[in-house]
């Protein structure tokens, strides 16, 4: 694998404050590219009033930063809502003006609640459905015209194994995730003589604060007093056909890296999943 793949090249990547972003925006930095990283910022989190844990700062924000500048590349920071199209286009106009051109959009930016939908208040499903499906519309909407008018742009957005299968608990995200697929693959095929792939990446769980919470151990240990991390570890290794508990965020960023890299330029409209074997009995 060459060092290089990304040298020349410049990636927006929302969410990038911490966990997968993170770990994807130093991949690409590590490999050559400069990037505009995107996040919602302190002042907002507050409004997402429906979620177990807490979302990334601007401290975070600065700390991916300082890290993608440690490995000798250029990095814009940019506090943006994805809810927001106004915020998230303002994101796109301010990394153009720095850098001039934007080769890789990573749409990664995302949150996890729980309900039932008979118990599901509305809020929830707003906000889940503005941030996971209108969020991602918004970033691949706010690039598309840049990346066909130079005939060049790579488009990863972040589904999940449940973007291609129910599941209790989460079905608000569940149908974010299919609806991510669904205009993955709509976009792909209106850019696909442009110059332009746009694919998704569908992770099973993997090791950063949305499901490191107590909400989501709930899940798993419905009715102990105090749970932590290890005791649900057995419970998540179930789930695998690979027997570990879940991802690292750097061994999603490999296949991230594949689908925005020129040697992915003939896939375009795909899911690729990285899911320890979840779907080996699966006919997807
Ligand atoms: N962790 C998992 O098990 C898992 C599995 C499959 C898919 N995913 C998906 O991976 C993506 C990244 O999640 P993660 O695991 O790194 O979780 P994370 O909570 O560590 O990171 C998500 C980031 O997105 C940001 N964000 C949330 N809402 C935003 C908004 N409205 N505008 C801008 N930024 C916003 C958060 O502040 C945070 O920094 C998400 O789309 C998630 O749904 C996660």
Redesign the pocket.
């Known amino acids: 694998m060459s060092p290089t793949r990304f040298t020349g090249k410049v990636a927006l990547v929302?969410?990038?404050?911490?966990?997968?972003?993170?770990?994807h925006a130093l991949a690409l930095a590590a490999e050559g590219a400069d990037l505009i990283l995107?996040?919602?910022g302190a002042g907002?989190?507050g409004t997402?009033g429906t979620l177990p844990?807490a979302?990334?700062?601007e401290e975070?924000?600065a700390e991916t930063a300082g890290q993608v500048r440690a490995l000798g590349r250029d990095a814009l920071t940019c506090t943006?809502?994805?809810?927001d199209s106004g915020q998230v286009d303002g994101a796109v106009a301010a990394g153009l003006e720095r850098f001039g051109q934007i080769d890789v959009l990573l749409a990664?930016?995302?949150?996890?609640s729980i309900s039932r939908i008979e118990d599901m208040p509305d809020a929830m499903w707003r906000e889940m459905i503005?941030?996971?499906l209108t969020?991602v519309f918004n970033s691949l909407r706010a690039v598309a015209p840049h990346m066909a008018g130079r005939g060049y742009g790579r488009i990863v957005a972040?589904?999940?194994?449940?973007g291609r299968q129910g599941s209790p608990n989460i079905g608000h995200?569940v149908a974010a995730?299919w609806g991510v697929i669904g205009l993955v693959k709509s976009l792909a095929i209106e850019l696909a003589d442009r110059g332009v792939t746009v694919n998704a990446v569908?992770?099973?769980?993997?090791?950063?604060?949305?499901?490191q919470n107590e909400g989501f151990w709930r899940l798993f240990l419905p009715d102990a007093e105090q749970i932590r991390e290890q005791d649900v570890r057995d419970a998540y290794t179930a789930l695998n056909p690979i027997p570990i508990p879940?991802?690292q965020?750097a061994d999603?960023s490999h296949s991230v890296l594949f689908l925005a890299s020129d040697e992915a330029k003939f896939i375009t409209g795909e899911v690729l999943p990285v899911a320890l074997g979840w779907n080996a009995r699966n006919a997807s």
Request: net charge negative; charged share 20%.
């Open positions: 929302t969410g990038a404050a911490r966990g997968q972003g993170r770990a995107c996040d919602i907002e989190a997402i844990y979302l990334g700062s975070g924000l943006a809502d994805v809810r990664n930016a995302g949150i996890a503005d941030i996971n969020g972040t589904s999940s194994i449940v995200y995730k569908a992770p099973t769980s993997v090791d950063t604060e949305m499901i879940w991802l965020a999603v």
